[in-house]
């Protein structure tokens, strides 16, 4: 498999050891001007740019990203930053999806 160095990372998203819920999730530590070595498909080294080894079989450049080494969800919205708590306690009254949509609520694209 070889190496894969990811460098110049805006912000690299540590996360935290064991899974976290509610309000534990808006806390997200991450480094700054780092860096990220893939070794055999594993990670083997993370750290500040500075101590970013030099040479890898790959080396992608990721200036101005953030990067996330972990599992994600791949059905989350990042892009929407308010609060469904309404829409939730609709589903639970009974309303539907198009009577949500109707109200301006929903997942639009």
Known sequence: MGST????IKNLVIGHQNP?????????PAQEDAF???ENGK?????KS??????AD?????????????????HTHLVYAASR?????DRIKGLTYEEIAARG???LN
């Open 5 to 8: 160095l990811i460098r110049n």
């Open 43 to 47: 990670v083997s080294a993370y750290g």
């Open 58 to 74: 790959e080396i992608v450049d990721a200036a101005g990203k953030m990067v996330f080494p972990s599992f994600v969800d791949s």
């Open 36 to 38: 990220i070595l893939l």
């Open 105 to 107: 609520g929903g997942i």
């Open 20 to 28: 976290v819920n509610g309000t534990e999730m808006s806390n997200l």
């Open 85 to 89: 708590e309404q829409e939730f306690v």
């Open 50 to 55: 500075e101590y970013a080894p030099e040479r």
